[in-house]
C-alpha cells in the first residue's frame, strides 16, 4: 500500500478489482496544510479512462508487478520504445505514460522501470529526480535569490517547470518527477 | 447504550465535525445543517467532537447532554468509539477531511455489499478555497478501499464548484438591517458597547495573532475622527496586548479602554446570526478562516481576510487567488490598495498595513460599491447548500 502522496504516474494501483496506471498526479494544498491528490488513471484491462480524487494519506493499493531496469530508446508514435540491459525492447503507449512523458528526451541516460501486467509492458515510472536543462525562461526580474519567486521555464523536451527567479538559461535543474516541482539548481 | 431513536428515518443526512479551530469549521457546518432543515427538510444529525467550543456559537448548548436538537437540526456527542448507535440515512458527509468513525464506514460498506438495500452518500466536504485547481477536482469520486465510492465536494466562487454557504434569504434581512442606522445602534447597546455614535467609524476584529493589528490600533488612536474597534476575547487581544492595562484573562465583554481617538471595545460572544448582524453593523471587518470570511463577504462591507497560517506561506497563494477573483472588476488604483493591504496584514509588514489602509480611506466609497455588488457575483446563481443536493440527487 502507498499513500495518495506517495503515488506517481507509472505506478499501477488496484481499484474496485481492476489495474488502473497512473497516468497524471496533481498535488495541492486544502485547509491547514492537508493534501488533495488528483489522479488521472487508464484501466489496464478496458482502456478506460477516470480522475479520481483522494486524501494525501488515503491509502491506496499499488500492485507490484513484473519491473525492469530499462533506459529510453526511441519514440515510434504512438509508441516510446525502451530497452533493457539485454537489448530486450519494450514498446509502451504514450497515452500510459501520461505526464511522464515530459521527461522524456533523445539520448537521456535516465534508468526508468517499465512494468508489465500479464506479460506486456504497461507502463514506465521514471527516476524520482531527474535533470534537465532550462532552454527558455524570463531573465530574473528582481533579483531574488530566495528561491519564494517563481517563473514558468521551459526545459529540454519542451516542458514547463516552475523554477525559482534565479533560474537563468542553460541552466540544469533538478525536478521531482512525481509532482513535477523545480527542486534545486545542480 | 442510548439509541438514537430521531435519527432513524431512511432519508435523513449525517454531518461529521472534528473542531479544529474553534468556531471556522463548526460554524460552517452548523450554518449548513440549519440551512438544510429550513430550506430543503432534510433530517439532519450532526455528529461533534467537541460541545464545548460548539456552545460559543450556540450558547443554548448543553455541553454534557449526548444528544439535544435546535432549529430542527439533531445535534450528537461524536466520541470516538460513537457510543451513540449510529443508523445511517440517505447522506454521509465527513466535513473537511475529518476520519468517520469505524462503525459508519463499516455500515457503508454493509449497505453497500447488500444489493437490496440503498448505500448513503458519502461525501468529504472540503475547505473553501478560490484557486483554479478545485474546478477540476470538485465532485469527483474516490474509491476508497472497502469498495465504496466517497465523493470530494468543493466548496467554491466558479459556477464548475459546489458553491458557497449561504441562506436563501440572507441579503434581503441584510438589505433591511443596513437601510436604517437605529439596528446598528440597538445592536451595539444591546451588546453593552457603549458610547458609539451612528455617524463612528466601527471595526471588527476577528484576527489570528499579528503585529500588523498592534500598528493598525496604533494608527486609529490617532485619527482625527473617533474609531471603535470591537474585539472578542480571544486570539487577536494576544497581538494588542501592550494597550491593555489588564490582562487578557481579567477582561470582561463590555469593557471599553479608550486610547486616543480609538475606543477598544471587548465583544461579548455571540451566536451566528448575532455575528451577522455584527458585520452586518460595521464600517470594516477583519476576519479570519473560513466561515467568518464568507460571513464578512455577505455583509456587503470592505474586509481584512486573516488566513489561516500553512506551512511555506502557502495560505498567501490562496490568499492572492481570492484577490484576483475579487478584485477582477475593480479600478486598478482600488484593487492595488485593497489587495496591498490585506497582504500586508497577513504578512505582519507593519509600515505597509499602516501605509496601505491610509490609502485605502481615500477609495472607501468605490469599494464599499464594490463590496455591495460582491455577493451576487460570488454566488454564481446557487448556493452551497441547493448544489449540494443536486448533486446528491445526481449522483
Known amino acids: 500500500m502507498k499513500t495518495a502522496h506517495e503515488i506517481r504516474p507509472g505506478n499501477v494501483i488496484m481499484l474496485d478489482g481492476s489495474p488502473w496506471v497512473v497516468q497524471k498526479t496533481e ?141 537563468k538559461v542553460g541552466d540544469k535543474i533538478e525536478i521531482d518527477t512525481r509532482t513535477g516541482e523545480f527542486k534545486k539548481r545542480v | 447504550m442510548p439509541t438514537n431513536s430521531s435519527c432513524l428515518t431512511q432519508h435523513h443526512w449525517d454531518i461529521f465535525c472534528t473542531v479544529v479551530d474553534n468556531y471556522g469549521d463548526i460554524g460552517v457546518t452548523w450554518r449548513l445543517a440549519k440551512q438544510l432543515v429550513a430550506e430543503y427538510n432534510i433530517p439532519i444529525n450532526l455528529w461533534v467532537d467537541d460541545l464545548l467550543s460548539f456552545s460559543h456559537i450556540l450558547p443554548k448548548l448543553d455541553i454534557n447532554k449526548a444528544q439535544q436538537s435546535f432549529f430542527g437540526v439533531n445535534i450528537f456527542q461524536w466520541n470516538n468509539p460513537l457510543d451513540i448507535e449510529f443508523k445511517s440515512g440517505e447522506v454521509v458527509i465527513e466535513a473537511f477531511a475529518c476520519e468517520l468513525p469505524s462503525q459508519v464506514k463499516g455500515q457503508i460498506e454493509q449497505l453497500h455489499h447488500h444489493s437490496d438495500t440503498h448505500a448513503p452518500t458519502w461525501l468529504n466536504l472540503e475547505y473553501l478555497s478560490a484557486e483554479d485547481w478545485v474546478d477540476g477536482c470538485h465532485g469527483l469520486p474516490s474509491s476508497q478501499p472497502n469498495g465504496v465510492t466517497k465523493w470530494f465536494y468543493f466548496p467554491g466562487f466558479s459556477a464548475k464548484t459546489g458553491g458557497l454557504i449561504c441562506e436563501r434569504d440572507l441579503f434581503n434581512q441584510r438589505d433591511e438591517w443596513q437601510a436604517d442606522p437605529k439596528h446598528k445602534l440597538a445592536l451595539f447597546k444591546q451588546l453593552g458597547l457603549q458610547g458609539i455614535n451612528a455617524q463612528d467609524t466601527v471595526i471588527s476584529v476577528f484576527s489570528y495573532e499579528t503585529e500588523a493589528l498592534t500598528a493598525l490600533c496604533h494608527l486609529w488612536q490617532a485619527s482625527p475622527t473617533p474609531v471603535h474597534a470591537l474585539i472578542p476575547k480571544g486570539r487577536s487581544l494576544n497581538s494588542i496586548q501592550s494597550l491593555l492595562p489588564c490582562a487578557i484573562e481579567d477582561l470582561i465583554p463590555g469593557q471599553q479602554f479608550i486610547i486616543g481617538s480609538l475606543t477598544l471595545h471587548i465583544l461579548p460572544m455571540t451566536d451566528q446570526n448575532g455575528f451577522d448582524r455584527l458585520l452586518w453593523s460595521c464600517d470594516f471587518n477583519i476576519v479570519r478562516g473560513e466561515d467568518s470570511f464568507l460571513r464578512a463577504q455577505w455583509a456587503a462591507k470592505p474586509f481584512i481576510w486573516h488566513i489561516y497560517p500553512q506551512e511555506d506561506d502557502y495560505h498567501l497563494v490562496k490568499l492572492q487567488a481570492f484577490i484576483q477573483i475579487y478584485c477582477d472588476n475593480l479600478a486598478p488604483e482600488i484593487a492595488t490598495t485593497w489587495s496591498e493591504v490585506n497582504l500586508a496584514f497577513n504578512q505582519g509588514n507593519t509600515n505597509a498595513v499602516v501605509m496601505h489602509w491610509q490609502h485605502l480611506l481615500s477609495v472607501n466609497l468605490p469599494l464599499m460599491q464594490h463590496a455591495i455588488k460582491w455577493p451576487i457575483n460570488a454566488l454564481n446563481d446557487a448556493d452551497l447548500a441547493s448544489r449540494l443536493v443536486q448533486f446528491v440527487n445526481n449522483s
Open chain 1, 27 to 167: 498535488t495541492t494544498r486544502s485547509g491547514r496544510n492537508a493534501a488533495i491528490v488528483k489522479l488521472k488513471l487508464k484501466n489496464v484491462l478496458l482502456d478506460s479512462g477516470t480522475e479520481q480524487t483522494f486524501k494525501g494519506e488515503d491509502k491506496l493499493d499499488d500492485i507490484i508487478l513484473e519491473r525492469l531496469d530499462c533506459t529510453y530508446s526511441y519514440f515510434a508514435d504512438p509508441m516510446y520504445v525502451f530497452m533493457d540491459s539485454e537489448y530486450n525492447q519494450y514498446d509502451v503507449e504514450a497515452d500510459n505514460l501520461g505526464d511522464a512523458a515530459t521527461y522524456i528526451i533523445d539520448g537521456m541516460e535516465d534508468m526508468c522501470q517499465v512494468t508489465f501486467y500479464e506479460g506486456k509492458a504497461i507502463s514506465v515510472e521514471l527516476p524520482v529526480h531527474i535533470v534537465r536543462e532550462v532552454i527558455y525562461t524570463e531573465p530574473s526580474a528582481r533579483g531574488d535569490t530566495s528561491g519564494k519567486v517563481m517563473k514558468p521555464a521551459t526545459i529540454t523536451g519542451g516542458g514547463t517547470v516552475t523554477v525559482a527567479d534565479f533560474v
